[in-house]
């Protein structure tokens, strides 16, 4: 009786559900994408692909009317009779034609610019109209790659092969997602993802979210790389020039105005396009604008084309944002690629009763077995139908799949790429299983020959061995480091362990030891090569060495949402290491300093006396107010931009070979990244710490600051170093306050001066704090040009700083090698 039960109950469902199909063309036949259909005073509606196929599911049976809207053609509301589970509506759209006599000119006023300060005016009154809802939620996102070429920088380019046809062209990614959304402005938001659907991967996920497709043009700014003005932000008359370009009347009698934005300077971080407003409510009708990766100070990215269409429900008076469709182009180093992001909302339910439980720090969230859903579900939900073209990625990956997971192919793979070539005992050689999940890896030594005073010529690799289950988001490795070095003639090695356990509280476990070569300042702010190179040439040794043998346990995990904990005992045994070479390519009658860090000039009293130590260290990471998606394969966390990240620590040392070696020591640090609009970013790293017993403590265990005397930096901000300071001058074993503050304008001065604009680079304002007890403060003040480079590759940064410490220290121009972080 049950079962009959449920198939009467099954049956009457299908009954109800009806889906109405067909094709959109203009007069000519042409087909038409993206073309918004709807039924009318609903917010169900779905959009048209690329070939002018739509599918609109329905529960109503009988007569309704369904709504076809598509920019620059005349709405059209078709009656239709549902008497069947298919209804099959072709449609052939018609241009519209645009009156300039709708919109009474005065010679002195500019038309548009009323109409935008009207839509300006009225934000707040269409804002609070949509500032609640729960919808339906569809999107798809597909990734092209056209000419492929064959080798980069010599290096051949086979991983998309099998996605390309004879041209080396081909869909490198499709997917699709629908899931349930809740919102509540300005920024609560809950989805769950009922179904998902990766072409070539059953077990994929796909990154697709309501929370990326999120660009509210209500909003002053929109976020991209940078933040965007919106051509109706309060300040828009700013950045935009507006010219009225007719109105029409849509089959509801509204007045709808065509405005082209064109921005003031193309420099600044603006769109160009079209925006429809609507008479007397002022709410927007429809977008159609672009923006160039310049803009958006993105080089890869060519062209971004963002479109939005909003439908009317006359019951409720609401104008709503039911499709989007985000279309980009970008390329680099040969590689052309073009994308397409189609975006559906539907079955808006506004004003609906959340509760305290609807809005938690979980954001996203997946239904069990939303990538199991199978053709028959996704041919019955999907709000698009797809194009031949995706269709058949989907058949053909599907079928490749299947022979991609077998045994055979992946040796097969693995085999070509495992080939060992003699080069590589130089640049390096990964061997893979990829069946079983394990690769061993040999570093080579193209990187790891270097020069000091204290080693000489050192070479240096790596053996090591890993097993990788991405799905489970573990990871498991072996390896050893070793280096010998030929002026001391002395080899040392080191080994590790590492486990992941999860990808949700991201456990991990750490177990090393050995012996090795450390700077006394364990941040390493002296880049090996940077010192080879100022040694050999200039005879400026700046790093300062010591031999470390010891062995570290550390354990780290997520303890709770948002609060990241780690653990770390190590036993130490440090030496002090002299210089054992005076050799240079140049300037041989110039005399290296010794490597004591206290008297560089003293080439016989060492920098310490050996001694061991048992270091036990605790530190928190707390990241306030953090919200997080939870996938299947992970836990990905995000943190809440209005709030700095805090850093807690303690540090122990006990069980010295002396009593004086033992201290104890905490620490905290705030970092914190404020967004200024499109006024640019202000950023800030402040840190403290204070010693306890710790007057007779080694050099090895003060607090070391990152100085630089290199006049090279490597990192993409400088919150964390002090360009001309020496390395080791204020290093303490007491207490300290280390402060770092940079302005980045992000283009909003430099975009309006000329000439100066043509570089497309960003001011960079900074200041820098450091105190100590018993010495006054030191301090530096530097302006600089960040995002300088050539065409695409904007990878340098000019700085020039001048510092103080009991007056004026010096001066000096830092270049930022940011590709050598």
Excluded at 46 to 75: A, C, M, P, R
Excluded at 266 to 276: K, L, N, R
Excluded at 490 to 495: A, H, P, Y
Aim: charged share 25%; net charge positive.
């Amino acid at each position: 009786m049950k079962n009959a039960f449920l198939f009467f109950f099954l049956l009457a469902s299908l009954y109800n559900f009806a889906q109405i199909k067909g094709r959109v063309t203009d007069e000519k036949g042409n087909p038409l994408p993206s073309v918004t259909i709807s039924e009318d005073i609903t917010y169900n509606g779905t959009t048209s692909n690329d070939q002018g196929y739509y599918e609109l599911n329905t529960k109503k049976q009988g007569k309704q009317y369904i709504v076809f809207q598509f920019l620059g053609f005349k709405t059209q509301k078709i009656a239709i009779n549902i008497v069947s589970s298919i209804y099959n509506l072709d449609v052939k759209m018609a241009e519209e034609s645009f009156s300039l006599n709708e919109v009474v000119i005065n010679s002195k006023d500019n038309p548009a610019n009323q109409i935008i300060k009207n839509a300006i005016a009225n934000k707040k009154a269409n804002i609070e109209k949509t500032a609640k809802y729960k919808a339906d939620f569809y999107s798809r996102g597909i990734f092209r790659i056209k000419d492929a070429p064959k080798k980069i920088l010599g290096k051949k380019l086979d991983m998309f092969d099998e996605a390309l046809d004879s041209t080396r062209s081909g869909i490198l990614y499709l997917s699709e997602t629908v899931s349930k959304i809740s919102y509540q402005k300005p920024n609560k938001m809950k989805e769950t993802i009922i179904a998902s659907k990766v072409s070539g991967n059953d077990s994929g996920f796909s990154f697709n979210s309501a929370a990326s497709a999120n660009f509210d043009f209500y909003d002053n700014y929109l976020t991209f790389d940078v933040n965007v003005v919106s051509p109706i932000a309060d300040n828009a008359f700013n950045y935009y020039k507006y010219k009225f370009e007719g109105s029409y009347y849509n089959e509801n009698n509204q007045q709808i105005n065509k405005i082209k934005i064109t921005p003031k300077r193309s420099s600044d971080p603006v769109m160009e396009g079209y925006i429809y407003i609507v008479d007397d409510s002022w709410a927007i009708y429809a977008v159609d604008v672009k923006i160039t990766g310049d803009q958006m100070q993105n080089p890869a990215l060519n062209l971004l084309t963002l479109k939005q269409n909003f439908s009317y429900n006359s019951e409720t008076k609401i104008w709503v944002k039911n499709t989007q469709t985000i279309d980009f182009i970008f390329g680099m180093l040969g590689i052309n690629v073009s994308g397409k992001f189609t975006y559906v909302f539907s079955n808006f339910e506004f004003e609906p009763t959340f509760t305290k439980k609807t809005f938690t720090k979980e954001v996203l969230a997946f239904e069990e077995n939303a990538n199991k859903k199978d053709d028959d579900y996704w041919n019955t939900i999907r709000p698009i139908p797809l194009t031949i073209e995706e269709s058949t990625d989907y058949t053909k990956k599907d079928i490749l799949q299947t022979k991609k997971k077998s045994q055979v192919y992946l040796d097969s793979i693995d085999k070509k790429h495992n080939t060992f070539r003699p080069l590589e005992i130089i640049t390096g050689y990964t061997y893979k299983n990829s069946f079983q999940k394990w690769s061993t890896k040999y570093d080579g030594v193209l990187t790891g020959i270097n020069f000091n005073t204290v080693q000489g010529w050192k070479i240096s690799t790596g053996l090591s061995y890993t097993k990788n289950n991405r799905e489970e988001g573990k990871y498991t490795r072996v390896g050893t480091n070793f280096d010998y070095s030929f002026s001391e003639n002395k080899f040392r090695s080191t080994g590790s362990f590492n486990h992941k356990f999860n990808n949700v509280n991201k456990s991990e476990i750490q177990i090393s030891g050995g012996s090795r070569v450390a700077q006394f300042n364990e941040e390493r702010p002296i880049k090996e090569l940077l010192n080879s190179i100022t040694t050999l040439f200039f005879k400026e040794n700046f790093m300062k060495i010591y031999e470390n043998n010891y062995i570290s346990m550390l354990y780290q995990r997520e303890i709770t949402n948002g609060i990241f904990m780690k653990a770390k005992v190590d036993y130490l045994e440090n030496k002090p290491l002299s210089n054992t070479t005076d050799y240079t390519f140049i300037q041989k009658d110039k005399a290296y300093t010794s490597n004591n860090p206290w008297a560089p000039n003293d080439f016989t009293t060492p920098a310490f006396e050996k001694y061991n130590l048992v270091k036990a260290k605790i530190d928190a990471k707390i990241n306030f107010d953090q919200s997080y998606y939870s996938r299947p394969d992970g836990k990905y966390n995000v943190s809440n931009e209005n709030y700095p990240e805090l850093t807690l620590g303690f540090e122990k040392g006990l069980a010295g070979s002396e009593k004086k070696y033992e201290f104890d020591y905490l620490k905290a640090k705030i970092y914190y990244d404020l967004k200024l609009g499109n006024k640019g970013d202000l950023s800030l790293n402040a840190k403290g710490g204070k010693f306890f017993n710790a007057n007779q403590i080694s050099f090895v265990d003060y607090e070391h600051f990152n100085g630089n005397q290199t006049y090279i930096g490597f990192s993409n901000s400088y919150l964390n170093v002090f360009n001309l300071m020496p390395y080791y001058t204020n290093s303490t074993n007491d207490s300290y306050f280390e402060f770092h503050t940079e302005y980045n304008e992000k283009g909003y001065i430099m975009n309006k001066i000329p000439l100066l604009n043509l570089l497309k680079s960003n001011l960079v304002l900074g200041y820098h704090l450091l105190a100590i007890p018993n010495k006054n403060p030191y301090s530096e003040y530097t302006i600089g040009l960040d995002n300088l480079g050539f065409g695409k590759f904007k990878m340098f940064r000019l700085d020039y700083v001048r510092s103080y410490q009991n007056g004026f220290q010096k001066n000096g121009i830092i270049v930022g090698l940011k590709f050598l972080n």
